[in-house]
């Protein structure tokens, strides 16, 4: 009511103020529409520019991490982190420790769950077999890997005492150890010039990363490493890409945003051959397994470096998020087809409870698995050892 009274009075002052009666009503209407809209405008204009403030400095931020990340600096953590981090630092690690708690969230879902359904049970039968088959699916072993880890226990029940958990780790140890197709520590010796690893898999796998660190694994071997900035289409990917190349001694050859990811493969391997290095490592596109045209490309920039580099790339290691599960399986799978892989290289393996896909990648694929990563730090990305794997996956806590 108080509205009308006051729509009432703007149209009398409308009317006094030389609009025709007959007009007044609607033209107070009319006004008050106008202003509300204006300030609807207002209020819009700045929520985006609000929002865009935030973008950039989300963007400043994603730029500062990668460059910390790079030069191997912790990250602005929270106090307790950042008490957490310095306790890691001033109390070294050994090689094994490391793998033990990168598995740790692996162990814990895995180990875990099977000690409670051995305590559950009061003999070891079908029903207890059953639900190990799903806690290993459910750990991302996979459909085929768990069936036969599954029909081998079956086999093997006389050997296992349900009182003692520690013989049922050790028999599901072996039989998944079995499964497990390592890759080794050692890369190919090519007859004549560099030893070319070229990096695939899909956007956010951390391809640059691992190209990172194992460049600056190659360096202090002593070896001369180049690196091929191929991913040309990422924003920053081959300042990235450089960042690294200056932490690790690295040379770095790039072309602008947007080139053609071939002609950067040919000026790497010129100059790796030129510069007579030790290893060229080529970045390329991330790109989704799906399409069949950047897949396509990939096989481009193949053809382009053995021209250059007869035999080469010698490796094709593709790199697989261990937290993305089976999906992880179905990218190697494609790539596997398309640009021969010859090793497998999973990051982010101490970020998710469901390790077991480093044993369904291995056994359904009949991939080696060369290098995972357990960490943040360079010596967080390990060679892949199976029988440390499998020892880590069943220590005493």
Known sequence: MDFQLWLNELADFLVA???????????????????LTLVSLVVVVLLL????????????????????????????????????????????????????QGLAKTRSSLVGRVDAL?????????????????????????????????????????EI??????????????????????????????????????????NGVGKTTT????????????????????????????EQLEIWGTRSGAEVIRHTEGSDPAAVAFDAAKAAVARKADVLILDTAGRLHTKVNLMEELKKVRRV??????????????????????????????????????GIALTKLDGTAKGGIVVAISSQLDLPVRLIGVGEGVDDLRPFDADEFVAALFANN
């Open 17 to 35: 103020s030389g609009v025709p009666a007959e007009h007044g009503p609607m033209a107070a209407f009319g006004l008050v529409y106008v202003g």
């Open 49 to 100: 520019r609000r929002n865009l403030r935030i973008k950039e400095r989300s963007a400043e931020g994603e730029a500062a991490q990668v460059e910390e990340t790079a030069k191997g600096e912790p990250l602005a953590e929270e106090p307790d982190q950042a008490a957490a981090a310095l306790l890691v630092v001033e109390e070294p690690v050994n090689l094994f420790q490391r793998m033990r």
């Open 118 to 158: 051995l305590g559950s049970h009061a003999r070891l039968d079908d029903d207890f077999l059953e639900q190990l088959e799903e806690i290993l699916i459910t750990a991302d072993f996979g459909m085929q890997a768990t069936q036969a880890l599954i029909q081998a226990l079956n086999g093997r029940l006389k």
């Open 161 to 202: 005492d349900q009182h003692e958990p520690g013989q049922l780790h050790k028999v599901l140890g072996e039989e998944i150890r079995a499964r497990l197709k390592t890759g080794g520590s050692d890369w190919a010796v090519p007859e004549s010039g560099p030893l070319v690893i070229m990096v695939v898999g899909v």
């Open 211 to 238: 190209i990172g660190k194992l460049a600056k694994q190659f360096v202090d071997q002593g070896k001369k490493v180049v690196l091929g900035a191929g991913d040309t289409f990422r924003a920053a990917a081959a």
């Open 305 to 342: 470096v053995d021209r250059e580099i007869p035999g080469a790339p010698h490796e094709t290691l593709l790199v697989l998020d261990a937290t993305t599960g089976q999906n992880a399986l179905i990218q190697a799978r494609i790539f596997q087809e398309t640009v021969a892989v010859s």
